[in-house]
């Protein structure tokens, strides 16, 4: 029955020999199908997801478990439960600024690629077509999986859509192939997460020897397409977008961009309250203090990507502003946050009550019982993981916007640590900064890790996500990213920047707080431009503007809170000190772009930077729009 939709693909050599073999291919019929595969069969309520491996023995890297309202994945290994940034490695010859699988292993890749097949041609498979980057603009793509890992694979349907194979189009003639393989985790790579990216001159393959989705199904796809979009001259960016209506039916669109845990799904969220009403601003982490906010109205939000945002040039226009679309149909949603009932009403409602049941992980399921996303599955007794997610599909989400839309505003998150005299760092951004393009670009490139990340294993300290913040998924040239980054911003001059902290503002920690007070007041503030009087160079000029004064819906907020300097627990002692230390990463994750093919103007502002250039001089490079 299969081969005759199999017949309608044009299969990849080696796949087609496996099939020619006599290999029992599951080709998944709708989205049923693949949420019964995710338990072995439709009537099992539990299921392992195990393997033999040699000189190991039978590892079960995975447990699935049947719920009311979805299916609840936990993995066995605390370490699976993250990505791991460390992940990818390039098996080709062609340009490439990332380790290369000989570098790293000390031998040629081909080998373990024969090695993978001959397993592959071992197992039943789920043959499964699907477009990455979306049915409009998107790319041919197969995954190639056993069976038994029929979670992974209704995932990745969530996350990028799949064709049932009953609408497998004729000459179906797939870009890219992901090819699952679990085992060689412990054969070859001493138990850690590796995706092996092998791009040749007709098909880009992703070897996943892994069960986790981020690093392939999720990332590996992403990079995937900044493959096709460096080949093409264009970028996949890592942001959420929004379409944000006030109460006065004012609208504005703002893309937030940023490094795992910089606060891209927190800016399609709606501002988290008390069970009375309340909002904290803000609690000093020396006194205890909490400040209060007081919305009457907030507003409404539809919700246009989570975190790929598709800038293909069939969509731009003459608008000047940069003009995007999803390039998912589901959304990777983590939920660490969410600790108890009530905290997000908006989602709890959404994973509780789905349309359809969903795929979980991370979270404490019970057979037959309702998985509730505020049961965060234990690393350890009293330590809950710290990265919980649920994929949702977009269909799924009340207001969603489904067209491309252009952007008024690009923001960029940083999580920040704590800053004090006493403990100085570099968490001394006031609630938002505006950025002048050249700055905003270089911000870009850095892509501050930053603070406590969730999402991934490494979070110590500050660290670059790499050009883009989405560095650790490209196979490519970091230069030739930072100049599509930089095209993408100067053609895009319509569209204005700014800069926003998460977690803490100076002594504050204030969670997400920040994005969501810069949002509903952009929001209102609509196209206006800043006065002069509104505006100050913030103390270090890398963070462009600070606010003079900031008022929200009738509050002003205190300016400490715009000028973290003015905090009696910063003071300039302490604000100085942590200029000093984001000046001194800037610099030298900057110096690696400079090589001959960067763009000129790249050059001349990264040597802006490291001069210790003033705003004046980042403006006269690329005129700011207030």
Known sequence: MNNKFLERIVLPYELEKIIQSGVNAIIPENRSHLLALATGDEGNMTYEVSYDVPGQ?????ATVVKCKNGA???????????RDPDCMVVADSGQTDKPRYRDIFG?????????TFDWLGGQELIIMPFMAGGTEFGYPALLVAPANAGFFAAGLADLQGFIPRDQIPYGFKPKAVIYLAPPYRHTHFEGKQVVVH?????MHELFSYNLYPGPSAKKGIYGVLLHIGELEGWVTVHASTVKVITPYENIITIMHEGASGGGKSEMLEQIHKELDGRIILAQNTVTKEKTYLELKETCQLQPVTDDMALCHPAIQNDSRKLVVKDAETGWFLRINHISKYGTDPHYEKLCIHPKEPLIFLNLQGMPGSTCLIWEHTMDEPGKPCPNPRVIMPRRFIPDIVDESVEIDVRSFGVRTPPCTKEKPSYGIMGVFHILPPSLAWLWRLVAPRGHDNPSITDSEGMSSEGVGSYWPFATGKMVDQANLLLDQIISASATRYILIPNQHIGAYKVGFMPQWVAREY???RGTAKFRADQLVESRCSLMGYSLETLKVDGTFLAKGFLQPNLQPEVGNSGYDEGAKMLASFFKKELEKFLTPDLNPLGKDIIMCCLNDGKLEEYLELIPIRM
């Open 57 to 61: 023995g039978k590892i079960v890297e």
């Open 72 to 82: 609840a994945v936990n993995y066995m290994d605390m370490y699976m439960r993250r």
């Open 107 to 115: 031998e040629d890749f081909l080998p373990l690629r024969c090695l």
């Open 198 to 202: 092998n791009r040749l001159d007709d």
């Open 522 to 524: 952009l929001a209102r």
